[in-house]
T-cell receptor, first 114, second 113 residues
Framework: DGGITQSPKYLFRKEGQNVTLSCEQN?????MYWYRQDPGQGLRLIYY???????QKGDIAEGYSVSREKKESFPLTVTSAQKNPTAFYLC?????????????FGNGTRLTVT | KQEVTQIPAALSVPEGENLVLNCSFT??????LQWFRQDPGKGLTSLLL?????REQTSGRLNASLDKSSGRSTLYIAASQPGDSATYLC????????????FGQGTTLQVKP
């Protein structure tokens, strides 16, 4: 079955450490996205990529970095510069072209930094 | 700047009731609007996508309508079931922002047996 796989499901890190969240899709989608979800808030876009080796900042990119070396993969690194990294992180993908494609989401990674 | 609002934040209904969830947006120049379902601790599942040229979309017991001129969309759930309990989010796509959705905060629905 095609889908988006995020790993790990839960991640615990000490403050000051960088951590990388994995996102892989086998839907052959061009575009991939990283969202952050906090309790009581809607999803906020961190980064997105429409093509391999290219990506754009979203609304809350500070303290995060991404890469898109392969179409299937879009890992997110939460750096020590991110002031409030504890959150639920969601990866998504879609086809491009006239906005007709619904967004497909992975099951998320819950990151806790202490 | 586009803003999306969902009211109420939470809703509790008895099983079998028909219900309506509301979504409003400030900029009517949208490309499409999507409704999603999120179960606790899970990702989002796309329910319905309405293009800006459409008035409504239906899938099973779900019907979503779109009124661009008033900046509103509704998600109608018929004959609600306990399995419908989840958080429902709407999101809009503006022209030129390919794939970059703007989300509301969601309505958490509880259907009591």
């Amino acid at each position: 079955d095609g889908g988006i796989t995020q790993s790990p499901k839960y991640l615990f890190r000490k403050e000051g450490q960088n951590v990388t969240l994995s996102c892989e899709q086998n839907l052959n989608h061009d575009a991939m996205y990283w969202y952050r979800q906090d309790p009581g808030q809607g999803l906020r876009l961190i980064y997105y990529s429409q093509i391999v080796n290219d990506f754009q900042k979203g609304d809350i990119a500070e303290g995060y970095s991404v890469s898109r070396e392969k179409k299937e993969s879009f890992p997110l690194t939460v750096t020590s510069a991110q002031k409030n990294p504890t959150a639920f992180y969601l990866c998504a993908s879609s086809m491009l072209g006239q906005g007709a494609s619904p967004l497909h989401f992975g099951n998320g990674t819950r990151l806790t930094v202490t | 700047k586009q803003e999306v609002t969902q009211i109420p934040a939470a809703l509790s209904v008895p099983e079998g009731e028909n219900l309506v969830l509301n979504c409003s947006f400030t900029d009517s120049a949208i490309y499409n609007l999507q409704w999603f379902r999120q179960d606790p601790g899970k990702g989002l599942t796309s329910l319905l996508l309405i293009q800006s040229s459409q008035r409504e979309q239906t899938s099973g017991r779900l019907n979503a309508s779109l009124d661009k001129s008033s900046g509103r969309s509704t998600l109608y759930i018929a004959a609600s079931q306990p399995g419908d309990s989840a958080t429902y989010l709407c999101a809009v796509l503006n022209p030129g922002n390919t794939g970059k959705l703007i989300f509301g905060q969601g309505t958490t629905l509880q259907v009591k047996p």
